[in-house]
């Protein structure tokens, strides 16, 4: 499943091609992806130029210059080619741009991917991105707002942060990446890690600090490679790869910590694994 360093490395793959051009051309192949496609998708889309491609957590914001913002989500395994035939039985969207110069198509075989229409004034208004929270490498995402995110939550840690009020953006993978970086057992509650008090203690400095710098790298790497996820150019060769992952699918693996000595654990919390060393993360 793409988390949010992919679908930075899916827009940053898409802009220089669709930013600029028309839309000449949509065809719709299915009625629905997770929800239904809005009514007037294909109507508003033909005929405007993209002028902007921006994100919010896993949300492709596609401007248009008719003051459209056409919102894509890839679901568990959507993928946008470009210029490639696909694979034909998962491709749902086909565009073309400035007449058949450049073409575009969405494949999902899961159908987990989302895809809507707002105006672009109000996207922050939009159902799916109006509750989310401060996204790391943000001014927004400070030690004070994640400090009080955590603040007397009983949950554990771990599913405080993958909480997208409480962080945008945060998946399953790199939220036990961080926790073991942090040195931070995700069994804790949140209200533990957090402190009683107001003042910021090091435990919140930490996560703060590798969850910027778990996700810089992430994004740096080109977003990690697992499952179905592939790059816009469909060469699946984007640079993360699990065996750079210190605890991510490691069960019963050594932990690469210097002088842990640990083993990997995988337990399961609200239903998603969770690993890390129980030896190095207190
Ligand atoms: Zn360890």
Redesign the pocket.
């Known amino acids: 499943m793409p988390e949010m360093p992919e679908v930075e490395t899916v827009r940053r793959g898409l802009i220089p091609h669709w930013v600029g051009r028309k839309i000449s051309f949509v065809d719709l192949r299915r009625p629905d992806l997770r929800f239904p496609f809005p009514s007037n998708l294909e109507e508003t889309l033909t005929g405007a130029k993209v002028t902007e491609i921006g994100r919010a957590s896993k949300y492709l914001l596609i401007r248009l210059d008719n003051g459209n913002t056409w919102l894509s989500h890839l679901g568990m395994t959507g993928v946008w080619t470009i210029d490639s035939p696909g694979d034909g039985k998962h491709d749902h969207v086909y565009v073309e741009f400035d007449d058949g110069a450049l073409t575009s198509t969405y494949s999902d075989h899961r159908r987990f991917g989302i895809m809507d229409l707002m105006p672009t004034s109000s996207e922050r208004e939009h159902k799916l991105l109006s509750g989310l929270g401060p996204e790391p490498l943000t001014n927004d995402f400070t030690l004070e707002s994640l400090k009080s995110g955590l603040h007397g939550r009983r949950s554990p840690i771990k599913t405080v942060l993958l909480d997208q009020r409480v962080v945008a953006g945060l998946g399953n993978i790199y939220v036990s990446e961080i926790l073991?970086r942090s040195g931070i057992s995700p069994t804790k509650t949140a209200a533990e890690v957090a402190g009683k008090s107001q003042r910021i203690v090091v435990a919140v400095e930490r996560i703060h600090k590798f969850t910027n710098e778990v996700i810089f790298e992430a994004i740096e790497a080109g977003g990690s490679t697992i499952s179905d996820f592939r790059g816009v150019d469909g060469s699946g060769d984007l640079g993360y790869f699990p065996q750079q992952f210190m605890v991510f699918n490691r069960e019963g693996e050594n932990?690469?910590?210097e002088n842990?000595?640990?083993t990997?654990r995988r337990i399961v919390q609200s239903g998603r694994s969770t690993f890390y060393?129980p030896?190095?993360?207190r």
Do not use: L
């Open positions: 073991h932990c690469k910590q842990c000595g640990g990997i060393c030896r190095c993360q």
